[in-house]
């Protein structure tokens, strides 16, 4: 299946969408990262999350810390014991295994790269109603660095051509230096995805982790 095969809808007035980004959980659930226990603070945000009346949440990368496959069953398990309803969708971050996500997904984990939202309410244009897409594309590389395949950034310039009012890209790397420590694992091929958007003039905003 090509990456963005399998959509998910909305048909509502409005979105609201949370972003969380570097979970880094391990298989221990008492396990620390730099110091901090990340299954508790996961927990808890998913608390936070489920009074904020969400449509959507999307997990843009590095769900794992240590590769392994019951921190994805963790991560499984701590959405499905949470009072969070609404889907979830991820991408890829450096720390993660594609097809280790691919098995935890099923039922509120969704594994689709391509969210569609119709007919939302456009307060800028006179209420009139707009559709917008979201596209969780795939930045994870041979290396902690990121890098987009030509192949992906094909099928990503397909997805930009399709006729939509809007679009708004997910990925887990940087793809320009933010002069932090991240800027060594940052997307090696930035700028030539930053041309594929920004050609293409329907992409409103490229959300990293």
């Not at 909305?10 to 391990?26: E, G, M, Q, W, Y």
């Not at 904020?52 to 959405?79: K, M, N, P, R, W």
């Amino acid at each position: 299946m090509a990456w963005f095969d399998d959509t998910y809808t909305f048909n509502k007035p409005s979105l609201r969408i949370a972003h969380v980004t570097d979970c880094h959980l391990f298989a221990d659930r008492n396990a620390e990262y730099f110091g901090v226990n990340t299954a508790t603070y996961f927990q808890q945000a998913l608390e936070h999350m489920a009074l904020q009346q969400l449509d959507a949440v999307v997990f843009g990368g590095d769900l794992t810390q240590d590769h392994s496959v019951e921190s994805y069953l963790l991560f499984s398990e701590l959405i499905s014991n949470s009072t969070l309803t609404c889907p979830v969708f991820w991408l890829p971050g450096n720390h993660d295994e594609i097809a280790l996500l691919e098995q935890i997904s099923g039922g509120q984990i969704k594994a689709a790269k391509r969210l569609v939202a119709n007919n939302l309410t456009n307060n800028l244009t006179n209420n009139a109603s707009t559709d917008i897409e979201l596209l969780l594309i795939n930045s994870k590389g041979l290396t902690p660095a990121g890098w987009v395949t030509s192949e992906h950034l094909n099928e990503i310039s397909d997805c930009l051509a399709q006729p939509v009012s809007k679009q708004l890209v997910f990925c887990h790397h940087n793809p320009l230096p933010i002069n932090g420590y991240l800027d060594k694992h940052m997307l090696e091929n930035g700028p030539q995805l930053l041309n594929t958007l920004v050609n293409n003039g329907n992409v409103a905003a490229l959300i990293h982790g």
